[in-house]
């Protein structure tokens, strides 16, 4: 029996295209599901910095930094002059410091990789959920721990709601002095 030509399209390639469609599908689904919820990210930065250390031992508060959480939408990253108040003077021979120096003396901001983002569609607002008493290690994670910084929670939709729809389990230390968060479409969503 002669073997045709379609008998080879439907033997093989078929069968090869499929599974590399399949795979293709899969693999682009694990990479970007990892992408998407972030948790564990932990990029090199620029300069060494340890909240361990400045957040933890130094019993710094996350404000002095991360300037208007309290009445913007956004917390900022720290600017080396914000650093510079303290190390134009404090350690000022360590490698990173002479690193955040050349930034400060350059004036060229300092190229800090993003850990925390909720996506582009999402309306966030820092400043509403830190007035109403939430802790910034809620969302963060411990950050006194962490000598290098991590994304420890997913900034998902599903995690939004589980502390909108039950904040009295997801943040028992403010039990019975939140209520419920919205859970209308355009609360986050703009």
């Known amino acids: 029996m002669k ?10 390639r078929v069968p090869v295209t499929i599974f590399v ?14 992408e998407r919820d972030g948790v564990g990210y932990k990029p090199e930065q620029p300069i060494n910095f340890s909240h361990k250390l400045h957040a933890g031992e ?6 002095y930094c991360h300037l208007g ?3 913007e939408r956004h917390a900022t990253i720290p600017a080396a002059s914000i650093c ?23 004036g060229k901001p300092i190229p800090w990789k993003r850990i925390h ?3 582009d569609y999402v309306y966030f607002n820092h400043s509403v959920h830190v007035n109403k008493g939430i802790d910034c290690q809620n969302c963060h994670g411990d950050v006194r721990k962490m000598g ?7 900034f998902t939709m599903k995690d939004c709601l589980n502390c909108h ?15 419920n968060g919205p859970e209308y479409c355009s609360a986050c969503h703009r």
């Open 84 to 106: 510079m108040n303290c190390h134009s003077f404090a350690r000022k021979n360590k490698p990173d410091i002479i690193k955040l120096t050349d930034f400060y003396n350059s």
């Open 21 to 34: 469609i399949l795979a293709a599908f899969a693999i682009t689904y694990f990479v970007s599901r990892a």
């Open 69 to 71: 959480v309290e009445k």
């Open 117 to 119: 983002k909720v996506p």
């Open 165 to 179: 729809r039950n904040p009295n389990k997801e943040l028992p230390q403010l039990k019975g002095k939140i209520k």
């Open 148 to 154: 290098k910084i991590r994304q420890v929670r997913a």
């Open 58 to 63: 130094m019993n710094i508060d996350c404000q």
């Open 3 to 12: 073997k045709t030509a379609l008998d080879y399209l439907l033997k093989v």
